[in-house]
């Protein structure tokens, strides 16, 4: 069974920096791309970054483009996403995604998420 | 362009048929995918590609596209369809995924 599990969310201020992890279990990670969405209080989902399977490819949306590093250990089975200078417009919940293929194509699995709150 | 609009929200009587549409301009290059989030969980993978549907979804999902709109149908509505639909896409420039901003379907 594909499973993930985001952890390192919280309460941070605005300026501060982030780490969140993705563990994941069920498929063998170093095979697919990953993707990190997410979603602010009763609003849409907002797709964040992606990397491919072997990290030569990685993509940010505009609004955390500079801001945002998405790195992944294929060995420790995990994903990750650095975030530095919050904004109270990051405050969100924050899911990791397996893609369908080692290149970026189609968030498929995802986890439960994991709340980010940027505030002072 | 980075945009995908969807319709607020719609509604079907239980076990008639609806589409949920998604227009924007990088859906004339590339498939949606479409994604089902009920209140409080992970948003669920339901159909990508040309008409693709993940193992464990059932039958009645269905996608198809025409120029620049992309289409999920369900064919003969259940209770347990009530959710919100969200599609997506790659944006014109290929490097970017965005998302519409949702559609509530409501079941009567």
């Known amino acids: 069974e594909v499973q993930l599990v985001e952890s390192g969310g919280g309460l941070v201020q605005p300026g501060r920096s982030l780490r969140l992890s993705c563990e994941v279990s069920g498929f063998r990670f170093d095979d697919y791309a990953m993707h990190w969405v997410r979603q602010g209080p009763g609003k849409g989902l907002e797709w964040v970054s992606g990397i491919s399977f072997n990290s030569s490819n990685t993509g940010y949306a505009g609004s955390v483009k500079g801001r945002f590093t998405i790195s992944r250990d294929n060995v420790k089975n995990s994903l990750y996403l650095h975030m530095n200078t919050l904004k109270t417009e990051d405050t969100a919940f924050y899911y990791c995604a397996k893609d369908i293929s080692g290149e970026l194509e189609v968030p498929e699995s995802w986890g439960q998420g994991t709340l980010v709150t940027v505030s002072s | 362009s980075s945009e995908l609009t969807q319709d607020p929200a719609v509604s079907v009587a239980l076990r008639q048929t609806v589409r949920i549409t998604c227009q924007g301009d990088s859906l004339r290059i590339y498939f949606a995918s479409w994604y089902q989030q009920k209140p409080g969980q992970a948003p669920v993978l339901v159909v990508y590609?040309?008409?693709n549907r993940p193992s464990g979804i059932p039958d009645r999902f269905s996608g198809s596209s025409s120029g620049n709109t992309a289409s999920l149908t369900i064919t003969g509505a259940q209770a347990e369809d009530e959710a919100e639909y969200y599609c997506n896409c790659r944006d014109t420039s290929g490097h970017h995924w965005v998302f519409g901003g949702g559609t509530k379907l409501t079941v009567l």
């Open positions: 590609g040309k008409n």
